[in-house]
């Protein structure tokens, strides 16, 4: 049989797109269908590694967990990975294809589209049904010449569109009969359903509201779905959602987070987020590094020299050498270890102009940027405990130095990381280390905190719970029946 497949797109961004896509292809896993989740073209510094050595969007990663299935290269063809406000590096099913502007980048997607359509075909070949998430939104008309993410890559597939629309932020009504008002006729015609999400509130208040959009779009509703309060329990998509959706109030351990400007794989703070001991505080650009924490937690960056460099313009580094004076911890992870180190060379200017940049001075390291990045999927075990735990490496750059003599992670026969002499600066390039219950717990004992175990495991017992969410809000028969075969 066939596979047929069905689009998410949305009104705008954060919307909720991913999110959905994730809690489908767990409810339709559920009713026993084979799914796979899949993204023509995602933007995020957020990335997962694949079991073959490619690096696909974090929220990828999270939609094969809810489908049941192990992450591929080819749920997400195209990953644009923003290092700067102009430019991103380009992966193409999941190795480095090239830098663009996004000026450029607007001719460049055209042929990009072929191996986002043999990418398509290749899942579908395996799977029941196929659950795509656009990007941003059809109504950006702008964008719709030459466009993979949305529009043009549901004409090219010819699969039908579900638009969702976002109630939370207001004007939903406008939303979708605005959609509906700029996009072409062609493109109207593939919509053949709307939903809305984010309802807080009795969803019968909206009767009146679904009646109107129905005669302004001639679309039928799929239905209204209520805030999913548990939402916050999943990796995020993007480090606001992160800070923002969690209990305002924590535990007694408060970790501090700098908010770098390319902040990349912050999904290492998701395990640390939920743990009901641990307050976790992402610190905006302008506000000091609070003076109560107990650790400084510097993440991966896409772009580690500049954000060096925002690093202290902020004067975090003023405030973390009196974190340390206190007695506080630091911890950095990748491009965050990267910082800690003495120095930063880049002598072929892979992250910019070349040249030889001093680190924060914190470890005894120091690293090289080359342009061969490591991509790979990683089991390792703390030293100190002897707990086990899984993670990845993603990073450009080598590391050496009298602190990596003490290391505090082992791969293999390989030692990783590096720690100060006195074990209170430590960094390390493994990504996923927190998702391990006996690592966190080991660590967390460390610095005083009692860790809750069953990370893992909490996300997949949310996952179910969204699909049913879903399943008791939304018409999943009838979006199923609306999916069509895909095309050889």
């Known amino acids: ?16 797109k991913s999110l959905l896509v994730a809690g489908l292809a767990r409810a339709f896993a559920n ?27 974090r929220a990828q990663a999270l939609q094969a967990l809810a489908s049941r299935r192990a992450p591929s290269v080819h749920m997400n063809p195209v990953l644009l990975k923003p290092e700067t406000d102009t ?7 999941g190795q480095r294809f ?46 719709r010449a030459g466009d993979i993410a949305n529009m043009g890559f549901a004409e090219a597939a010819d699969v039908p569109v579900v638009l969702v629309g976002d109630i939370d932020r207001g004007g939903v009504i406008a939303q979708i009969v605005g959609t509906r008002a700029v996009i072409s006729d062609a493109d109207n015609a593939r919509v053949k359903a709307f939903a809305i999400n984010k ?17 302004h779009t001639g679309w039928p509703s799929l239905g209204v779905i209520p805030w999913f309060a548990e939402a916050w329990r999943l990796p995020a998509e993007d480090i606001m959602d992160l800070d923002r959706s969690a209990p305002s109030s924590g535990g007694a351990l408060k970790i501090a987070v700098p908010r770098l ?72 992870l990748c491009g965050g270890y990267q910082m800690l180190g003495r120095s930063i ?50 990073h450009l750059g080598e590391t050496e130095g009298p602190d990596c003599a003490r290391a505090w992670l082992q791969v293999g026969e390989r030692a990783e990381g590096a720690a100060s002499e006195d074990g209170r600066v430590m960094g390390s390039y493994l990504h996923g280390l927190f998702a391990s219950d006996s690592f966190r717990a080991a660590y967390l004992a460390q610095l005083g905190a009692v860790s809750q175990p069953g990370y893992e495991a909490q996300v997949d017992r949310v996952l179910d719970a969204l699909a049913a969410h879903l399943e008791a809000h939304l018409d999943l028969d009838r979006m199923l029946s609306l999916a069509t075969e895909v095309s050889a």
């Open 1 to 16: 049989m066939a596979a047929r497949a069905i689009m998410i797109q949305g009104t705008g961004s954060n919307v909720g």
């Open 31 to 57: 009713k026993g269908l084979r799914v796979a989740p899949f993204k023509p073209q995602n933007m995020s510094n957020n990335a997962a590694v694949t079991a073959d050595g490619g690096e696909i969007g």
């Open 87 to 93: 430019g991103a590096q380009i992966i193409l099913r």
């Open 98 to 143: 090239g830098t663009s502007a996004a000026r450029a980048y607007g001719s460049l997607k055209t042929s990009l589209l072929p191996a986002v359509l043999d990418s398509f075909r290749t899942l579908a070949a395996d799977v029941d049904l196929v659950v795509i998430e656009g990007a941003g939104s059809p109504a950006e008309v702008n964008l």
């Open 199 to 215: 309802f807080r509130g009795d969803p019968r208040l909206f009767d009146d509201g679904l009646t109107a959009i129905e005669a």
């Open 261 to 332: 400007p390319r902040i990349a794989n912050f999904d290492d703070l998701d395990p640390l987020a939920a743990e009901p001991g641990v307050t976790l505080e992402i610190i905006e650009a302008g506000r000091p590094l609070p003076g109560d924490a107990t650790l400084v937690l510097i993440p991966g960056s896409k772009s580690t020299i500049a954000d060096l460099q925002a690093f202290r313009a902020n004067g975090w580094d003023i405030d973390l050498a009196a974190h340390l004076r206190r007695g506080g911890h630091v911890l950095g």
């Open 345 to 394: 060379s880049d002598p072929e200017g892979i992250e910019g102009r070349p040249g030889s940049y001093t680190g924060l001075g914190l470890l005894e390291i120091e690293t090289v940027m080359k342009p061969a990045k490591r991509l790979a999927l990683t089991e390792a075990r703390h030293i100190a405990s002897g707990a086990t735990l899984s993670g990845y490496e993603i």
